[in-house]
């Protein structure tokens, strides 16, 4: 299924393979990996699978098979077919482009699906296909892509979200401008709070609103609309006369990010009433199969920054709400009925790893499938799917420390859960990868136990001593956990121990150990970092002059903290960070957000609190050679933070390097190429300050 060949692959990069890294003074020799082992171009090699969708009656899964394309440096993506029982793998679609959002309708005759075709730029267009044919139809061409889609319980509706531009009044009426004149672009006048998004850019003024389309074609029609958006899942009554979403229709909700509420929309008139009625997130509703009650997801928001999410249920009328998973102090995520009403499936992340589970109406929960996930190519992080048919079955991706998402099904009439897929044995069975081990250590600040991965090298020799990378993850309120990780992957094949922790603050261990760097982030999360180096640092193999340190986000905030804190890391790479919390709540964009959840107040009103905890305030302690790593068109963490450590060390003469990455967002690797030049600019810095390693002693006391 790859567009592209190895031998183009490796053409690509042959130059820089033999030659220096740019910007390093590295020879290349230093990162260039053997063929047996994951290198650099193996990058656009990688395919993955997302958004599994077991057919109604639990014999088919249609699923969405992602690689990349070399030439276009983007990601592709095909539907293909498989049969539960693994038979039959085949693709649906081949075009140009990329398909998304593969649907069944109730009967299970046809697939809805996006696609944007050869116009890869443009808005995704809504297709119809027929299974067990190749007959295919273009049901509308929209404006702009359509989101949550989802068939009426009869068939003969589609519903989905779509964004809809708003017309804005000029603030001022000015001249034309003659004939031929080449004047300077005009002005643009902004008044919204929040005014740019990561990703998207400045914004086009405008709503999410929704639509129904009739299923054999036609116009949509819009049923919701003013000032508000409805971007949330969307579902049917079974009655098909409403829609229940999760939207913000609150006169102040632009200042209020989190409180999203359940509505149900008439179709007929387009009406919205609220259905739950508290200050919170409530999202992801689903309607039982006889429409008597409605499942959700949220909290009592009190202003912290990590709350668990538990999963509710009530009445078809908003009345009788009780929380299911209360007791589980896990964030339940993605809730689907069973057919039968008696209960729900639901994923929740537990120590690092995704599961996959039942609760029943009285809370007793079971689970049924554990490594949900692989969707992140990048680092090892959360983020797996399911879906749900009739009879029980269930699909979901599947991920383990040595393959990206694979499509995996189970439940009744199947034994455990079996993967039905192998997307990358062609490239990476012939590969030495990483080992993953488990590691939980004590944090030295209060003895907490704390969970962390050792990724070690190809070959590894426990009589020898290596470089150790700690990689820390972002959020700050993430996980990472044993799934695949490209970057940890290229760092082992480097020849370095990889080391990965979720230390306090990371989600996957319940409210209290997530809320610990409640206003107090970072602080001993460094601890927990610091107490994990030492755990690994005794297990013998670990070079303790040659510890290195890396992080993105809130990884790379932790990094360029570690560096005021400590000169035990020979050299640092922190990619797009904050670095200084007072001018990030005011650049970002979701300061609403940030500056009433993450901090007790705005900037102007707790100055100190703000430089406390950035990591400037300790910038005249370093000493460690940082690079600053940042994509150009980032608005999560502006480069702006990124440009303010830089000049700072430069100004004190610390060796520092600055990496703009151009037409990039936070997502520093949404391109493959992206991914691997990060990776090579972290391993030529890491190498630029490498030294040769310490000799220990062989197993037999003589000199190795």
């Not at 009589?463 to 990689?471: A, G, I, K």
């Not at 603050?505 to 610091?530: K, R, V």
């Not at 450590?645 to 703009?660: E, N, Q």
């Amino acid at each position: 299924m790859r567009r592209r060949t190895r031998a183009i692959a490796l053409a690509f990069l042959g130059t820089a393979a033999a030659g220096v890294l740019p910007g390093s003074g590295v020879s290349g020799q230093a990162w260039a990996q053997s063929a047996d082992r994951f290198e650099l171009t193996d990058v656009f090699e990688l395919e993955w699978a997302s958004d599994p969708q077991i057919s109604p009656d639990g014999e088919r899964v249609v699923y969405v098979r992602n690689s990349f394309d070399m030439m276009t440096d983007r990601r592709a993506a095909d539907l293909w077919i498989i049969g539960a029982d693994g038979s039959n793998h085949r693709a649906l679609t081949s075009l140009p482009g990329a398909e998304a959002s593969p649907r069944w309708s109730p009967n299970g005759s046809r697939i809805l699906y996006l696609s944007n075709g050869e116009d890869e730029d443009g808005a995704k267009r809504l297709w119809l296909r027929w299974v067990g044919t190749d007959d295919r139809a273009l049901l509308t061409s929209l404006a702009h892509s359509p989101g949550n889609l989802v068939w009426s319980p009869d068939g003969r509706w589609i519903a989905f979200s779509m964004f809809v531009p708003a017309a804005a009044e000029p603030f001022v009426d000015l001249p034309e401008k003659p004939e031929g004149a080449d004047w300077g672009e005009p002005f643009v006048a902004i008044d919204e709070l929040e005014f740019r998004s990561d990703g998207d850019g400045y914004l086009e003024e405008g709503y999410s609103q929704l639509f129904v389309l009739p299923a054999d074609g036609g116009t949509p029609r819009q049923l919701t609309a003013g000032p508000f958006n409805h971007d949330g899942a969307i579902q049917w009554t079974p009655d098909g006369r409403s829609l229940i979403v999760s939207a913000q229709r609150q006169e102040d909700w632009k200042y209020s990010p989190r409180d999203t509420e359940i509505y149900e929309v008439s179709v007929a008139d387009g009406s919205a009433r609220p259905l739950s009625k508290r200050f919170g997130p409530d999202s992801d509703p689903v309607v039982s199969p006889d429409g008597s009650a409605i499942a959700y997801v949220g909290f009592d928001d009190r202003y912290q920054g990590y709350q668990v999410t538990e999963l509710y249920v009530m009445d078809r009328d908003g009345g009788n709400v009780r929380s299911l998973t209360a007791s589980l102090d896990r964030d339940a995520q993605n809730p689907a009925w069973s057919d039968d009403g008696s209960g729900l499936f639901f994923q929740y992340d537990d120590e690092g790893n995704t599961k996959l589970a039942f609760v029943t109406l009285d809370g007793s929960v079971r689970t049924l499938a554990a490594d949900v996930g692989g969707l992140s190519l990048g680092r090892p992080y959360s983020g797996g799917v399911f879906s749900v048919a009739r009879d029980g079955r269930f699909a979901f991706t599947l991920s383990r420390p040595d393959h990206p998402a694979d499509v995996a099904v189970g439940g009744p009439g199947i034994e455990s859960p079996r993967r039905l897929t192998a997307l990358n044995d062609d490239l990476l069975s012939h590969k030495q990868l990483a080992e993953v081990e488990e590691l939980w250590s004590e944090s030295s600040y209060d003895g907490r136990r704390i969970q962390a991965w050792i990724a070690k090298p190809p070959s590894f020799d426990p009589t020898r001593t290596y470089p150790l990378v700690l990689e820390i993850h972002g959020g700050p309120f993430a996980n990472y956990g044993d799934r695949f990780s490209a970057e940890v992957q290229l760092y082992a094949a480097a020849g370095y121990v990889v080391l990965y922790v979720n230390p306090r603050g990371s989600t996957s261990y319940g409210g209290e150990f997530g809320n610990l760097i409640h206003h107090a982030y970072p602080s001993q999360d460094y601890d927990d970092l610091m107490s994990s180096v030492d755990a690994v640092i005794e297990l013998g193999y670990v070079d303790e002059d040659n510890l290195f340190v890396t992080g993105g986000s809130g990884g790379g905030v932790l990094t360029a903290w570690i560096v005021g804190k400590t000169d035990r890391f020979r050299a640092a790479v922190s990619a797009k960070p904050v670095i200084n919390w007072y001018s990030f709540v005011l650049t970002a964009d979701r300061t609403s957000f940030f500056s009433r959840w993450w901090f007790p107040g705005p900037p102007w009103e707790h100055a100190e609190h703000y430089m406390a905890r950035s990591p400037l305030s300790l910038v005249g302690n370093v000493t460690t050679p940082t690079m600053l790593l940042t994509g150009e068109e980032d608005y999560r963490t502006p480069i702006s933070e990124s440009e303010q450590f830089y000049t700072a060390l430069k100004l004190r003469k610390v060796p520092t390097m600055l990496v703009r990455i151009p037409d990039a967002s936070h997502g520093i690797a949404s391109k493959p190429s992206n991914l691997m030049a990060k990776v090579a600019y972290i391993l030529g810095w890491f190498d630029r300050y490498r030294t040769a390693p310490r000799q220990t002693a062989a197993a037999d006391g003589t000199a190795p």
